[in-house]
């Protein structure tokens, strides 16, 4: 089994930093792509950033300048450091995953959601 684990999230003030940060543990062999999406309530999800296995990055127009994804291929880690966060940031952050397992099947797995909150 492989999960995605995503300790972290909480409440800052505009204007502060956060850092969020998604482990992936199991049956893994090799993850091809790292991902935050994120969903405020009425809304749907979206994409914040990735990171592909060859260090290819994207972000969302509305993070750009502020948030850096980044990821440790050692500990399966995906990070995502969020900085100048505006009350408009405040969603559930989710991780997601397309990696293969130990047994050669390819899948997307999503983590459980950590809530970020950004006071005015």
């Known amino acids: 089994q492989v999960q995605l684990v995503e300790p972290g999230g909480g409440l800052v003030q505009a204007g502060g930093s956060l850092r969020l940060s998604c482990a992936a543990s199991?049956?893994?062999?090799?993850?091809?792509?790292l991902a935050w999406y994120r969903q405020a309530p009425g809304k749907q999800r979206e994409l914040v950033a990735s990171i592909t296995n060859s260090n290819k990055i994207n972000y969302a127009d509305s993070v750009k300048g502020r948030f850096t994804i980044s990821r440790d291929n050692a500990k399966n880690t995906v990070y995502l450091q969020m900085n100048s966060l505006t009350p408009e940031d405040t969603a559930a952050y989710y991780c997601?995953?397309?990696?293969?397992?130990?047994?050669?099947?390819?899948?997307?797995?999503w983590g459980q959601g950590t809530q970020v909150t950004v006071s005015s």
């Open positions: 997601n995953s397309d990696l293969r397992d130990k047994l050669g099947n390819v899948r997307n797995y």
């Open positions: 199991g049956s893994i062999f090799s993850i091809n792509y």
